[in-house]
């Protein structure tokens, strides 16, 4: 199949630009719901994969042992923007077994946010690895290696036991292989995997439903879930679709951005996974698509939820001083199967 247009960015009366990519939405017994485009098409999920990645510290006990709390938890499936709970969060994960943030190797990295990369100049600062957005998830993977009586050294590396451990969990919960033959290297330097959008979709699904996981499996989903759901300020940050969207649809939703235009969602009241790629890697229109889809399967029946969606589903596109002159919005071959699945859900 080919993909689809997904988004349209437009300027005035005219389609100025065109995003194209595909979709997928399943059901946690690998039924697809919706497919759009080419989903069989092989995508590096990147930071999408965290909570799967954050599975094992929950359910060999690890997170116990710790005392990890639920904002620690969603840390460890976070994509942040570097801010003060960020870094502060990401410390006291490392402290947790004795370490700090020279133990990291996710490398270095200013904050997200202008104004906290001006208040680290005006402090004499320097970017730092505890400022990375996945400093969070690496600070549970230094935790994990540690209580695992691995040496944290290292822990990066794709034949390291704990990257060995993660892969065959993420495996396990996708359906597809994740070894060195569809191996690459992620932003922060961990192995990434190159897998279809349907394998995506359906780990999703069964994070969301517990299908296909035995039982500490399927606690340890829901755990991280709900972990996320109840501080979502700690899975992005300020003015960020997946810290938005969490806050507004609560313990409906569990949405993770990554990196190259990937998005993905575990629906848990309808046992629903969705997985999305905009093929040309732009954040801005992997959120659109996504609102579209959040906007159909779960709707808008508040003013705060129908607000997270109208801004990125129908997101302005402003000149110099502040005049809207277009909008970021869901074109017709995205919007038209959806206004069709609203009316089946």
């Given at each position: 199949m080919q993909d689809i247009a997904l988004v349209e960015v437009t300027r005035g009366p005219a389609v100025e630009s065109l995003h194209h990519g595909a979709l997928v939405v399943m059901d946690g017994e690998g039924r697809t719901v919706l497919a759009l485009g080419d989903v069989e098409r092989v995508l590096f999920p990147r930071s999408c994969v965290k909570?799967?990645?954050?599975?094992?510290?929950?359910?060999?006990?690890?997170?116990?042992?710790?005392?990890?709390?639920?904002?620690?938890?969603?840390?460890?499936?976070?994509?942040?923007?570097?801010?003060?709970?960020?870094?502060?969060?990401?410390?006291?994960?490392?402290?947790?077994?004795?370490?700090?943030e020279d133990d990291l190797e996710c490398g270095t990295q200013w904050p997200a946010r202008e104004a906290d990369v001006a208040a680290l100049h005006r402090a004499g600062d320097k970017p730092g690895r505890i400022y990375n957005n996945c400093s969070g998830k690496h600070a549970g993977f230094v935790c994990m290696a540690c209580e695992s009586g691995w040496d944290p050294k290292?822990?990066?590396?794709?034949?390291?036991?704990?990257?060995?451990?993660?892969?065959?969990?993420?495996?396990?919960?996708?359906?597809?292989?994740?070894?060195?033959?569809?191996?690459?290297?992620?932003?922060?330097?961990?192995?990434?995997?190159?897998?279809?959008?349907?394998?995506?979709?359906?780990?999703?699904?069964?994070?969301?439903?517990?299908?296909g996981l035995d039982a500490t499996r399927s606690a340890a989903a829901r755990r991280l879930m709900a972990a996320c759901q109840s501080d979502p300020f700690m899975i992005a940050g300020t003015e960020r679709f997946c810290t938005r969207a969490m806050e507004a649809y609560g313990d409906r939703i569990f949405v993770k951005t990554g990196a190259e235009g990937v998005f993905c969602a575990a629906l848990p009241t309808l046992g629903l996974g969705v997985a999305l790629k905009a093929r040309d890697g732009t954040t801005r229109a992997a959120e659109a698509a996504m609102a579209g889809v959040i906007a159909a399967l779960l709707g808008?029946?508040?003013?705060?939820?129908?607000?997270v969606l109208d801004n990125f589903r129908n997101a302005p596109v402003t000149d110099r001083t502040g005049v809207r002159a277009g909008t970021i919005a869901l074109a017709p071959d995205l919007a038209r199967p959806l206004e069709a699945l609203s009316r089946l859900s």
């Open positions: 909570i799967l990645q954050a599975l094992p510290l929950v359910e060999s006990g690890i997170a116990d042992k710790l005392g990890l709390s639920p904002s620690e938890l969603c840390l460890c499936c976070a994509s942040h923007n570097g801010e003060e709970r960020h870094r502060a969060g990401a410390l006291s994960l490392l402290r947790k077994v004795g370490l700090g290292g822990y990066s590396g794709i034949d390291h036991p704990l990257q060995q451990r993660l892969a065959r969990v993420m495996s396990e919960v996708t359906g597809a292989p994740h070894d060195a033959r569809n191996a690459a290297i992620d932003g922060c330097s961990i192995p990434t995997y190159a897998i279809a959008l349907t394998a995506l979709a359906r780990g999703f699904a069964r994070i969301a439903s517990g299908s808008a029946s508040t003013p705060q939820e129908a607000a």
